[in-house]
């Protein structure tokens, strides 16, 4: 059987996260970057047995980890934020952590989306960008000789992030991320390359994934199977948007809400036994539901 879990990203109060695990008793939940420290607390009791994963970070921290950086003080300040989720997953007996892995710059990327948008919306991002509405990237990016460098730092800090992760019994999963410009890992190819590292792990987000067939142009599914083909993917996030040639969003809308094929994504991923984790922003129960009935057909 699948494990399933419900990402708490979208659910604003700890009321509401123990109204969820009380009517769903057999959904595991995946904590989120979003959650501070006090929060936490507060739900240790109710989260015994119930996570199954963990986003970094977790607790929230001021910014997010950027392996793709060249300044040691920002990687030093990323591998201690990385340690400080390590110790959430040993407590809550999580056996993977969800990991962005980095970005297309030296700097430090804050978590505070009203910080973090002048940065991706600045020059530093600039000439990385194809499509200004979104700030959606250009079809070379990827192969750009700045993005290559940036990809190849962070390969080399999360080989040795996996292996620090792995001796304390909890797997690393690398995210594919939406194709926007100043991300890293955004195309299928990346994914296969960080299968590649002998103790990284792989988390496939079929959102991003369908974002990024819309920009890049190859087919969703057989991406989404080739990467599962690595054996390496232990998580899968399920949610959808209405990305379509020339309009792109990754808005983590209801698994039925767009004609994105994720039924048959789940179909094809499942077969896998991966985790698979609700990441949608609203309607958790009937998610929930949809879930349930589309995996029992």
């Known amino acids: 059987m699948n494990v ?33 420290e006090s ?28 392996f793709g950086s060249s300044d040691e003080a920002v990687i030093e300040q ?15 007996g999580a056996s993977l952590v969800v990991l962005h892995p980095g970005y297309a710059t030296d700097k430090s990327i804050p978590s505070d989306g009203e910080q973090r948008l002048p940065l991706l919306h600045g020059s530093e991002f600039r000439d990385f960008v194809g ?7 250009k079809l070379e990016y990827t192969h750009m000789d ?49 299968a590649r590292l002998d103790e990284a792990f792989l988390c496939l987000d079929i959102g991003h994934l369908w974002i990024s067939s819309q920009v890049f142009g190859f087919d969703f ?9 690595t054996g390496k993917v232990v ?14 969003r990754d808005s983590h809308e209801n698994l039925d809400a767009n004609p994105m094929p994720v039924k048959s994504a789940l179909e094809l991923v499942a077969a896998y036994k991966p985790n698979l984790v609700l990441e949608t922003l609203h309607d958790f129960d009937l998610n929930t539901e949809l879930l349930r009935r589309w995996l029992d057909a």
């Open 78 to 92: 990323s591998m201690s934020y990385m340690r400080r989720t390590l110790k959430s997953a040993l407590r809550f």
């Open 4 to 36: 399933t879990a419900l990402s708490l990203v979208g659910l604003q109060s700890n009321d509401s996260i123990r109204e969820y695990l009380r009517q769903h008793p057999e959904m595991m939940v995946e904590l989120p970057y979003n959650m501070d």
């Open 39 to 66: 929060r936490l607390e507060d739900l240790a009791l109710d989260l015994e047995g119930r996570v199954a994963s963990i986003h970094a970070c977790c607790p929230s921290e001021l910014a997010f980890p950027n």
């Open 235 to 248: 998580s899968v996030h399920l949610h959808s948007n209405p990305s379509r040639p020339g309009f792109f």
């Open 131 to 137: 499509l200004e509405d979104g700030s959606i990237c």
């Open 146 to 194: 700045r993005y290559r460098r940036h990809f190849d730092i962070m390969r080399h800090q999360v080989a040795s992030l996996a292996h620090e992760y792995l001796q304390s019994g909890v797997k690393l999963a690398l995210e594919n991320l939406n194709p926007r410009a100043g991300y890293l890992n955004v195309e299928p190819y990346e994914q296969l390359e960080l």
């Open 221 to 229: 599914l057989e991406a989404a199977d080739g990467i599962m083909k």
